[in-house]
Each structure stands twice: as C-alpha cells, then as structure tokens.
C-alpha cells in the first residue's frame, strides 16, 4: 500500500461534508453512546437511496438520527423511513433531529423496542432498502429477515464490518469480530446476493438481492 493512501482515504471520507443538522445530530449521538456511521458511510446511504428510489426503508439503530437523515437526504419525498431501536432516548434524539431537517412527520416510522421482535411482523418483500446499525451479535438474525423483507433488486446495508480494523486481522478473535468476519465470508457466498465490502468509514458491506 502507497504511504499516500490513508491521506486518500481521508480525503474521500471528507469529500462530501455533513450540514449543520447531521453535525449535531452526530453530537448528540457521541453524547449519548449512540455511535453515529462514519460521514463516509453516511454519504453512502444517501447514495444507495438515491440510486434505488427507496420508498420504503427499514433502520435497524436509530441512534441519534444521523443515519436516517443521510437516507431520508437520498429518498424520493414520498419515501418512508421505518427506524428501531431499543433506546427511547436515542429515538427522541432522532425525532428533534429530523424535526430540525424540515422532515414531515408521516416520512418517519420511529418503533422503540427489540429489532428481532419488531422484524417478523414487517411485510415480505416489501422495502426497498435495510439498514443495519445495532447489536453485532445479532447481526446474522437481523441479515435474515432484511433479506426476507427486500424486494429483488432492493440493497442490505451493514455498518461497521470492518469493526475498527479487527476484522482483517486473523489473530482478532473476540466474539464481535468473530460474528462480524464469519457473516461477510457467509454473505459473500450467498446467492441471493450481489455484495461488495467497501472501505467506507467502519467498513460497510452493501448487497443487492437479485
């Protein structure tokens, strides 16, 4: 790898910046322990979104609203953003964030409560995009259903699948890591997908289902 390439990524990470909104946003998230994704990964989003026409999105981790607000950025105006999450204080967090963005109340569905208990109920087949953002070690169970959930040729997104650069290295063996390593490998090899891991701030695997 060229010395120059950490600068190159820090460049393209920065590349498209964040407006006062998502900054604060991401404020309040670092506050309140609800890491936000990377200004890259969000960039991202807005851009899986865009390019999808995603109509119908399901957040699996809310936070604090930052990740919503880059996929609401991307979505067609009459796009809905259904977002869970457990904490209700991060979702009140991302509500006076998206209030703040001049979004209109009916384009976000906030559900508080366990993903794995709020995800058998969502239709099949009935979202465009699935994001997901939350507890690593439910990450195969949450994979399952937004796969289940997509409609083909709708995109799967997973933050952090490089989970601070642990993921690469083969003597990483912590159970975080473990989960996060093996599911690449499986999501790679799936057939009902076409995915790429890309090197956007924590690492973020995006697949469509053909």
Known sequence: MSAQKPASWAYAEE????????????????????????NGAGVLLRLLAAAVKARSVIEVGTGAGTSGLWLLQGMPDDGILTTIDVEAEHQAAAKKAYAQAGIAHQRTRVITGRALDVLPRMTDGAYDMVVVDADKSDYPAYVEHGIRLLRSGGVLVLDNMLWHDKVADP??????????????????D?????????????????????
């Open 171 to 188: 003597a990483a063996r912590d159970p975080q890591t473990t989960v996060l390593r093996d599911l690449g490998k499986q999501l790679r």
């Open 190 to 210: 799936d057939d009902r997908l076409v995915p790429a891991l890309l090197p956007v701030g924590d690492g973020v695997l995006a697949a469509v289902k053909r």
């Open 15 to 38: 590349f498209v910046t964040e407006n006062q909104v998502i900054e604060e946003a991401r404020r309040r998230g670092e506050e309140l322990g609800a890491v936000p994704v990377g």
